[in-house]
């Protein structure tokens, strides 16, 4: 997405623009329980993706073969870096990083993962779901290091170029591994993992993507961005009591994940959160509901929590349309509410829910030092314009036909076409496996466009745009005359 996302005042009504064609309003969720089941039926796929080339000589010969098949801009960072890296370590310490992470959660883990991003794109796996995958993450990665999105924010401490894409580990769910992980291997960018079954089935499943991508890889890039926002909570909720300080702050990496992916997906991300998780407890044999209880041991805040704080986010939002779905979101995780108990202490429902809209205001109006005194929300956002594409695009996803031209004129980026595709499964709940296959489709069009992939370095499409001396105004009076 890019410079899109942020209110201006030609945003204003935007969204209300017409539609030509009738849509199902998705606030009534009348497809809820089809999108939940679409994701139980992926959480329980076997499906493992390509596996890991153990032997040293086959991962070396293999990684040869497919370089040069990538733009310049991986190529530089990423591809040829990791290779250097790789023949480097020899076959000796190669097989020392296989015996000392036997269950691939550390080194091996990151190995594999950084060299299975470079073989799927290079060897062609899934060619067009990865395709897609990887312009969605690309997106929303460009979305908050943009020029015009970080006007008087530096640009990032580490990683500036958008992640990898790659399918594998379904047991581990979307995940990524942070470029300050990544650079171990001396990489430039980070990878982000997604279960092979939501290459064709799970749409909801890409709405987590924003959690991941405009979320922890955009934290880890940012030194000091966590600390500080975590610091900031302790202080925030100190007077709440019940430990609430220590338990959101100690959680700041997934809080402001969460956070980071509602702006810049809008209310699909909040509500994909509940429909994703409930699918995921059917999935595992659970209740399908959000979890009201929050281990001590546990990196993520409870399911519930998480919910109340995506309805605080969206009330947030610019949109005319904020708090209608904050309303909706909060009800909806009202209805799973247990005895809610973090980090072992019983907590009230409305001193949570009040922790909730703390959390939501410091992290989305709070300035902070590691972004120039800037906040999260100053860089993103959910516009009018923003909902407006989105509705645009819902009937032409759902039946496979061409995208119309964006109200207003203004671009179209990958986050609206997810966006859309998720408020359409739970609109109506019909051809969900259909929705996501003319998504993807579409998702790649766009990358076809896509500069970073093309020949020349580039590595924010966001930033591909001319800057004029002449106002707007002046140059449209120039065009009609």
Known sequence: MATSRKTSKADKGAGK??????????????????????ARKAAISISKGPADPTNYTTFVNRLKAVQGKFPP????????????TIVGLG???????????????????????????????????????????????????????????RRGVKAPDLGVVPPLAKW??????????????????????????????????????????????????????????????????????????????????????????????????????AIGLIAYFRGLGAAFGQPPKLRSDGPDDDPHPADIVRGYLAAEVVALLSFAGHTAWSKLIAAETEKDRETIVLAGETIPPSVARKAAKIVAKTLVKGKAKALEFHALGDIQGWADSDEAILQAMRVPLRDGKPLPPT?????????????????????????????QANLIAQLNKL???????????????????????????????????
């Open 17 to 38: 623009l017409a539609v030509a064609t009738k849509l199902a309003d998705p606030l009534k969720l009348a497809g809820m329980k089809a999108v939940i089941e679409d």
């Open 73 to 84: 801009l991986y190529e530089q960072s990423y591809v040829a870096p990791f290779i250097k």
């Open 91 to 149: 076959a000796t310490r190669f097989n020392k990083i296989l015996s000392s992470d036997p269950d691939r959660e550390s080194t091996a883990g990151l190995m594999f993962d950084l060299g299975q991003a470079i073989l799927q794109h290079g060897e062609g796996f899934l060619k067009a779901e990865t395709r897609g995958f990887q312009e969605f993450i690309s997106d929303l990665y460009d979305g908050f290091l943009s020029a015009e999105d």
């Open 168 to 269: 594998g580990n379904p047991e581990a769910g979307p995940y990524t591994w942070p470029i300050d992980a990544a650079k171990s291997f001396h990489v430039g960018a980070a990878v982000v993992n997604m279960p092979p079954a939501n290459a064709d089935r799970g749409l909801i499943a890409w709405a987590a993507l924003g959690h991941e991508t405009a979320g922890h890889d955009i934290l880890h890039a940012d030194k000091g961005l966590q600390s500080e926002l975590a610091e900031n909570l302790r202080i925030n909720l100190a007077s709440l009591g019940h430990g609430l300080g220590d338990y959101w702050a100690t959680r700041i990496d997934e809080t402001a994940s969460d956070v980071m992916g509602i702006l810049n997906l809008g209310p699909a991300a």
């Open 407 to 435: 109200p207003g004129g203004k671009k179209l980026y990958a986050a609206h076409l997810v966006s859309a595709a998720v408020m359409e499964a739970l609109a109506t709940g019909q051809n969900i496996s259909v929705l």
């Open 447 to 481: 990358h076809d466009a896509n500069p970073a992939w093309g020949p020349l370095f580039v590595a924010h499409p966001g930033q591909m745009r001319r800057d004029y001396f002449m106002p707007e105004a002046l140059r449209q009076l120039k065009r009609v005359a």
